[in-house]
């Protein structure tokens, strides 16, 4: 059985920095599309990096303009972990943050794409 946690959310000002952890378990993910998505209070779910890797060395990150410079998606294969480092953090951030995870998604920005998710972990950008 495949299972997402999130952790390491909370409340933090402006401009501060946080970062999120995702631990993987039920199988290996090798091949697997893992990403982060955000839902704030009244709208949809939105993309907001994911990061690919097919075994190797190399993995290929992918950011939402409203993060891209700010935010650092990583994953740690031998650990099945995912980390998403924010720094310059504003109050539009605020948000239930996601970690999803697929092995065939075709867009990787569609969260319908995915059929592993974890449970949600709050992120509140206030002073």
């Known amino acids: 059985q495949v299972q997402l946690v999130e952790s390491g959310g909370g409340l933090v000002q402006p401009g501060g920095s946080l970062r999120l952890s995702c631990a993987a378990s039920g199988r290996t993910f090798t091949g697997y599309v893992m990403a982060w998505f955000r839902q704030a209070p009244g709208k949809e779910r939105e993309f907001v990096a994911a990061v690919t890797w097919s075994g190797g060395i190399t993995y290929y990150a992918y950011y939402a303009d409203s993060v891209k410079g700010r935010f650092t998606i990583s994953r740690d294969n031998a650990k099945n972990t995912m980390t998403l480092q924010m720094n310059s953090l504003q109050p539009e951030d605020t948000a239930v943050y996601y970690c999803?995870?697929?092995?065939?998604?075709?867009?990787?920005?569609?969260?319908?794409?995915?059929?592993?998710w974890g449970q949600g972990t709050q992120v509140t950008v206030s002073s």
């Open positions: 999803a995870a697929d092995p065939n998604t075709r867009n990787l920005r569609v969260g319908r794409e995915y059929d592993y």
